[in-house]
């Protein structure tokens, strides 16, 4: 294959630009915000599932309480009954010993329940504040995933305006190129990443490797328009004054 030496080294350019193009890609593969959002969200998630718990165990707790307030409130019901019925006057002995017995059960069972009250309500104060600083410390967490995600909402554009530009110098350069260099160019750059690079003494700027001396008296034999490649890797190489032919 055949091509004028100012348009293979016009290949360097397209060369520069795909590489750019690459680097955007990789770039927007491993946006180190992605990694941090992962890591943000599993915190939010974990953030999220502590507060659920406490406040469950603080549901569980409200529900305790007022049952126990309930049951105070009938003790105290009933052992307001069992002093007006003592206050009439109108039981007999028998009665009135019930009565009084009930009564001191009655005591003893609300004494039970108001200390069994008190233990709740200082659990529960406790819960509260756990709830309270778990209801923080998730606010905290999605604040931080929230700058995450616009830190990489940013960085996303910025890749993508450059790759939109860099799109469009690609459009303009390749009509520059004969339609066999550039097939050429586009099937080595599709199999090894880079399809042209410059022979700079004997090495190749594609594939950096260093080239035997049959191979450099070949290339040094062949016409200025003559397409020649790399052995390695397939890339054209570009020749220049920095190539030392």
């Known amino acids: 294959m055949k091509a004028d030496a100012a348009v293979q080294r016009r290949l360097l350019d397209l060369a520069e630009v795909d590489a750019e193009l690459s680097r955007v890609n990789h770039r927007r593969r491993t946006l180190p915000e ?46 307001d009954r069992d002093r007006k019925l003592l206050a009439d006057g109108n039981v007999g002995a028998k009665q009135l010993a019930d009565l009084e017995h009930e009564l001191a059960t009655l005591q003893r069972r609300q004494g039970v329940l ?68 550039l097939a050429l160019y586009e099937r080595v750059r599709a199999q090894r990443g880079v399809g042209a690079g410059l022979l700079r003494g004997r090495r190749c700027g594609a594939c950096r490797i260093e080239l035997d001396r049959t191979t450099m008296s070949a290339i040094k034999a062949a016409a200025a328009d003559d397409v020649v490649t790399c052995d390695e890797c397939g890339a054209i190489l570009v020749r220049t004054a920095e190539s030392g032919l």
């Open 114 to 181: 108001e200390d069994d009250l008190l233990e709740l309500m200082e659990r529960r104060e406790a819960v509260d504040a756990d709830t309270s600083h778990a209801r923080v410390e998730l606010e905290k967490a999605q604040n931080a995933l929230t700058d995450a995600q616009a830190r990489r909402d940013s960085a996303l554009a910025d890749l993508d305006s450059t790759e939109a530009k860099r799109v469009a110098d690609r459009d303009l350069m390749v009509k520059q190129f004969p339609a066999d260099l």
């Open 34 to 79: 992605l990694a941090e959002i992962s890591d943000t969200e599993k915190t939010a998630q974990a953030k999220r599932d502590a507060l659920v718990a406490v406040e469950t165990t603080l549901g569980d707790l409200d529900r305790e309480v007022r049952r126990q307030e309930t049951e105070i409130d009938q003790v105290r019901a009933r052992e």
